[in-house]
Structure formats: C-alpha cells, structure tokens
C-alpha cells in the first residue's frame, strides 16, 4: 500500500476534518485508527464548525491562505466547485476505483476535468407517507405529483371530518435556504424543466415547464400544505409528520431511522418510496452527502489520499452502513445482504439513486452560492404568492445572466 510505512522508516502524520460531532465522530475516528493500524502512520482528527456555512468559511480562508494546517477535508456535495483549484486531482491515484462510485457523484466531484474528491456517503431525499392512512382510503403510492396532490386531498379532507383537525396532506422545505433549492429543483427537474444552468454552463431556468412546476408547488400552499411551510426546514417538516400530523413528507434518509424509533406516534406506520415525477416527465432526487478531498497544499499528499482511498472504500463504507446508517456511494454495497437487513429503506435508496439530478455547484464554481440564492428566492416569492411563475422566472434568467457575465459559465 502507498500509505504504509516502510520498515524503519519514520511514522508521519496527516490531519483530517470529519465535521463530525457525537456518533458520527465516533465512526469517523473508529476509521481512522483502522487506518493507522494498517499503515503505521498517525491521522489527526481536527474540529470544525458545525454549521456548514462556518465550516466552509473556514476552509476557504485556510485554502486561500494555503494553509498546510488540514491534510484532509469532508466538503458538502455542493463545494467540489467551489474549492476545486485549492484540491488535488485524485483521479490518478484512485484510478479505476472511481468507477466503483455512483457515475453521477463522480461527475459532481469531476471540476475541469479532474477529480476533486472522492464520494463518502450520499443523501438522497424520499417520499415518506403514512402507510396506514393509504391502506384506510384505498390510496396507492403516488407515482406523480398529480397523484400525490389528488391523495393528500383526498385523506387531508377525510381525516378531518373525521376529527383531526390538524392534519395536512404534504410537508416539505419551503424556507428561502439550499433545501427549497433541492425541493425546488426536483420539481423542476422532474417535469422536464431542466437544472438551472446546464452541465455545458447555459442557462436554462427560463421555460415553460418550470414556470408550470413552480406554478403546481405553489398550489400546495395553504390546501394540503400549511402556510407555515415557507418557513420549514428539514426538521419542521419532519416534527409534523413524525407527530402524525401529515400524510405525505419530502426528507432526507436520515428521518426513516427518527420516525421508527420506540418513542415516535408513527412508528411502524410508514413507508418511504422515490420522490414523484411530473407529468409526461421522470422523477428527479437532488444529489446530497459528503465527499473527501486533498488539500493542495499538504505536506503529505500522497500519504493524505491514501487515507481518502481507504476511508472511501468498500470495507469502511459497508462498515459505516451497518454501524451508522450512512448510505454508500458504491452500488455494489446496496446488493450486501447484512446491509439490506440492517436497513429495509436502502431498497429505497437504490431505486432513488437512479433518479438523481446534480444541483450545478461544479459548472459555476466559486458563484454557486449566488446562483442557489438567486434561485430558492425566486421559488419563494412564487410559492408565497409574490411573483408568478414564469414573470419570477425571467427575472432569474435576468439576474443569472448578468451574474455569469455574458449567459455562460
């Protein structure tokens, strides 16, 4: 192995960020001494914000100093693009490992060319349901979002007159932060309105069937959505539903695990399968997880990509699905008995990650940031009456343009 030190020979250290806190540090550093038995050399756990944007911040200010303080960087699905030039390529020393991984995440962490990170685990977002409230009514699981809006109608009008005053048909994240931008892109996507900016660095948001798209959300709003969905999160949405107050959820995987366990009202009661597709279009799950990447200005690189090469790997991913629940970026791991066992949702998981679409963090680069903000703003002010849809839609188109410096990344 690249990273084992040689008989004799002095043992180095290299230093990693796992943004990690309680279990997942945990898992992390149970890795990582893995590692350091394997190989003989030392690894450095190194403590970070919690919140994302801090911890971003944080490496962009070491990076651009060129700081050689962290070897080794668990960076967001969103950041390859905007950390890239600071990255190594690691396209060479994993070689045909990365096609183990996911295509599309690769694609993701694949900046100009070169492979800026290796994939560590994923998130892919699922529609969770109340399966005893499909079975009461004779619903079916809602293939489109026609379907979904016609059943959380259906029960959300029936629960009620039956005494539940406070059900509602569908909870999802609608506050103007990245998780309207996931749920708005699904939307999007799923109707065949594309991605915002094109993987070739066009514009493309200005269009019919995204303006319909938004236009069908924003008709949730006060009939099976609540008001208050403007200003859910992840986790607001899922106190509703895991208190059994709606039918329908869009979350992450890791509400399953939440709403399953021995002190929730919903437990044992739901079902989670791929999120809807639009009319005449396929569904679309937004990208989420973690990679790992390389600083560029580490002292040890090679030493450092070993550790990535191995805390990616199979082994340490199957380990990692089976003691924490992370879902692996290597399909092959989803076929892995004892993890289908551990995990019935990961059936889910495998049929969403066919269905993925890429928010565009790596054609835009360091201006993603500006481009998700322009973008959960303008389905904001849609979903919350302000704009309609295609008026906000060529505002966007506007405002990208501009921003781009000439329509094109």
């Known amino acids: 192995m690249a990273g084992t030190a040689p008989s004799g020979a002095a043992a180095a250290t290299v230093s990693i960020a796992c943004s990690a806190v309680g279990q997942e540090l945990e898992i992390c ?3 990582v001494a893995a590692w350091e038995h394997r ?11 919690n919140s994302a944007s801090e911890r971003l911040a944080l490496f962009q200010q070491l990076l651009a100093a060129r700081a050689p303080d962290i070897d080794v960087l668990q960076i967001d699905v969103v950041w390859p693009g905007i950390l890239g030039s600071h990255l190594l390529d690691l396209g060479p020393r994993a070689g045909s490992e990365a096609a ?5 995440v690769i694609a993701n962490n694949t900046v100009g060319g070169r492979l800026v990170a290796l994939p560590w685990f994923i998130d892919v977002p699922v529609l969770y349901y109340r399966r005893d409230l499909l079975e009461k ?3 079916r699981v809602p293939h489109t979002w026609s379907e ?5 109608a259906r029960i959300q009008q029936a629960e ?4 539940d005053a406070r059900i509602w048909g569908y909870v999802w994240q609608g506050r103007a932060y990245e998780g309207l931008t996931c749920n708005a892109l699904e939307w999007v996507a799923s109707h ?8 070739e660095g066009r514009i493309s948001i200005d269009n019919a069937r995204a303006a319909q798209a938004l236009a069908a959300a924003a008709r949730w709003v006060g009939t099976i959505s609540p008001e208050g969905v403007l200003n859910y999160s992840e986790e607001e949405a899922r106190g509703v539903f895991q208190s059994g107050h709606a039918v329908f959820m869009r979350n992450w995987p890791y509400a399953w695990v939440l709403a399953q366990g021995p002190d929730s009202p919903v437990r044992g009661r739901i079902g989670a399968a791929p999120l809807p597709a639009g009319e005449g279009g396929a569904a679309a799950a937004t990208l989420g997880g973690a990679q790992l990447a390389v600083s560029r200005y580490s002292e040890h690189p090679a030493l450092a990509a070993d550790l990535v090469l191995f805390l990616t790997g199979p082994a340490e991913q199957r380990r990692r699905a089976l003691t924490g629940g992370y879902y692996p970026t290597r399909p092959r791991l989803y076929r892995d008995p004892e993890v289908q066992a551990a995990h019935p949702i990961f059936a889910t998981l495998v049929e969403s990650s066919r269905r993925l679409v890429l928010r565009p963090s790596a054609v835009t680069g360091q201006r993603y940031n500006r481009v998700s903000s322009a973008f959960w703003n303008t389905a904001h002010a849609v979903l919350s009456g302000q704009a309609d849809a295609e008026t906000a839609l060529h505002s966007l188109d506007r405002s990208l343009m501009r921003l781009s410096r000439g329509g094109r990344w």
């Open 39 to 49: 190989t003989g050399h030392r690894a450095r756990l190194v403590s970070t914000p």
């Open 29 to 31: 550093r149970a890795g």
């Open 192 to 199: 065949g309105g594309g991605t915002i900016v094109t993987p």
């Open 148 to 152: 979904l809006g016609r059943a959380a």
């Open 100 to 104: 183990e991984h996911l295509p599309e």
């Open 137 to 139: 009514y004779g619903a």
């Open 160 to 163: 009620r007159a039956a005494g």
